[in-house]
Structure formats: structure tokens, C-alpha cells
């Protein structure tokens, strides 16, 4: 460990309006097997409009490791950024408010980045979540299938982890100037995969698992895919080679989710897994809106930092 840094990791979870599900993502933080003398848990709480802020407060009651909650609600990427500007960690590890980490979580991603010393970002692998609706369900075998059977290859760069559940090196994030916080929607994991990348760092894919809860009905799945989609404008206007607006289609979309059935069919052996099609088409028809509505509210005309 740098003599710099207090503790190894920094578990970074960023919250809001979350009460159902962020007592099992602290437990599961709480359970992890990494010495918990060498950990700090960095809390950025959005000012929910539930509960969620007393549930945080009640679950880390008497927990034996090092934790602050701060409140911010400027945008994900900005409360990211706090987290790396006052991490005390050599690693962030994220875990967002609907996951849940097997107790031997945190000490596998770290092994693997300090057998990786020229890896910047290593994620890790969303497992199979079923029995959660048909729509959580179908959604979950997006993420599972991608993580089982192959690498995300949307983009010029290939493969590009996402944060949630992914371990960071905070040295490589700083040096890069951390997250971008001018991004008001999603990608701004994305974005920084992407000056990661040109700045010489790697980016990897470990084998360890994790569970999310998906999104459970067809507004919340639009509601995320076209926030996804005012992301995904920011990092087009900042590199329109990044990703190709054709992939982005319904009908590519459609094309995506025909060809993991089969795959999905193996990892559940249910029939629903032939609706992908259909599900990968309506996420595209609302990331689409969602980039053409930060379009023509000039959203992602600006310079990043």
C-alpha cells in the first residue's frame, strides 16, 4: 500500500431513493471477508425523497470499519468524483444501491489488481438474478449473458466496464482528472474509460460475480435507457467515432437480442428468453429519444473538462 493512502479500499456507494434495496448492499459490504481495517466505506446520499438516508444511517450503526455519508445532488457523475477526490483508498470498489457482493467480493477484485499493475478499471461479472418479473428477468440476462459468454463490443475502444461493482485504481482515475462532472445523465463511467484508455491504462474483466436488481416494470427500464441515452449524447459530442448511432437502433437492437438467445436459452432453459428481441427494441426506441431530447435541449454542446 502507498504510503499516502490510510486504507487499501475505498468502497464507494452512491445512493437515492433507494429504501428497498440499500440494507442488502450494506450488508453485503459489511459481510465482506477483506480486513475491515483496511477498508472505508465513502457514502454519497442524493437527498432521497424516502427513507433512504435513515436505512443508510440504522445499517452501518455500530460497523467495524471507517464510514462518512455526505450529501450531494448535483448528478452521478459528480458524486463519483467526490468519492475519488476524498478517497483514502488505493482502490474504489462501487457498489451501487440495488447490488449485493459475495462476501469474497472485495478481496478477489483487489488480488487481481494487484497482480495487474497496468490495469486501471476491473470489473466485475453480473450473475444470474431470476424470478424478479419478466421484465427485471429479461433485463438481468442482458448483463449475465454479456458477462458469461462474451465482452461488450459497442464501441471502437470493445470492451468498457461500467462502475457498478468494478474496482479502480485510484492513482490511474486522478491522473486522468477523475470523472467528468458537466455529465448530467449516465456514461460517466464511459467517458472515463475512454480517457483511461488514450492515457495508456488497461482495462479488465475479473471472475468474480455480483447480483443486481434490475429495473421491475416497462417505465422504470424507459426511464433508465433514455437517461442512458442523454449520456450517450455528451460522449457522441465529444468523439462522434465513439459510438455508431446505427447500433443504436431498434432494428439493431432486435438484432442484438436475437443473437443471445441461444446463450440465454442455455443459462435458463425458459422460453421467455425469445422476447430479447423485442425487449433489446424498446430499450433502443427510449436511449434514442433520450439522446435526441439532450440534442435539442443542447445538452453536450459544451467542452468536458
Not at 431470476?130 to 449473458?145: I, P, R, S, T
Not at 421491475?216 to 427500464?221: A, G, K, Q, V, Y
Not at 425487449?279 to 435541449?297: D, M
Amino acid at each position: 500500500m502507498n504510503s499516502t493512502n490510510s486504507f487499501v479500499v475505498t468502497v464507494g456507494l452512491c445512493v437515492k431513493n433507494a429504501e428497498a434495496t440499500v440494507t442488502k448492499a450494506i450488508r453485503s459490504i459489511v459481510n465482506q471477508d477483506f480486513p475491515h481495517k483496511s477498508l472505508e466505506l465513502l457514502v454519497i446520499e442524493g437527498f432521497s425523497q424516502d427513507q433512504t438516508l435513515s436505512l443508510v444511517k440504522k445499517d452501518l450503526s455500530g460497523v467495524d470499519f471507517d464510514f462518512t455519508i455526505l450529501r450531494d445532488n448535483k448528478g452521478l457523475g459528480a458524486a463519483r468524483q467526490i468519492v475519488v477526490s476524498k478517497a483514502r483508498g488505493v482502490y474504489i470498489v462501487w457498489v451501487d444501491a440495488d447490488m449485493v457482493l459475495p462476501d469474497d467480493y472485495v478481496r478477489k477484485q483487489v488480488d487481481f489488481m494487484q497482480l495487474n499493475p497496468s490495469v486501471a478499471i476491473a470489473a466485475g461479472k453480473y450473475g444470474l438474478h431470476q424470478g424478479q418479473g419478466l421484465v427485471a428477468d429479461l433485463e438481468n440476462l442482458v448483463y449475465a449473458v454479456d458477462s458469461v459468454y462474451g465482452e461488450k463490443k459497442n464501441t471502437k475502444f470493445g470492451y468498457l466496464p461500467g462502475a457498478e461493482g468494478a474496482i479502480y485504481r485510484v492513482e490511474a482515475v486522478r491522473q486522468v482528472g477523475g470523472f467528468d462532472m458537466n455529465i448530467k445523465g449516465a456514461a460517466e463511467d464511459t467517458e472515463l474509460d475512454y480517457r483511461l484508455i488514450a492515457s495508456g491504462w488497461e482495462l479488465g474483466k475479473t471472475d468474480t460475480f455480483f447480483v443486481e436488481s434490475t429495473r421491475p416494470s416497462l417505465f422504470s427500464l424507459w426511464n433508465q435507457y433514455f437517461w442512458y441515452g442523454r449520456g450517450g449524447h455528451f460522449i457522441y459530442h465529444k468523439d462522434v467515432s465513439a459510438l455508431s448511432l446505427l447500433k443504436m437502433t431498434p432494428f439493431a437492437g432486435f438484432v442484438a437480442g436475437l443473437i443471445r438467445c441461444p446463450n440465454a436459452y442455455a443459462l435458463t432453459h425458459k422460453k421467455m428468453v425469445f422476447l430479447l428481441p423485442l425487449h433489446y427494441s424498446f430499450k433502443r426506441i427510449a436511449w434514442l429519444l433520450g439522446f435526441f431530447s439532450a440534442h435539442l435541449g443542447g445538452y453536450g454542446h459544451f467542452k468536458a473538462n
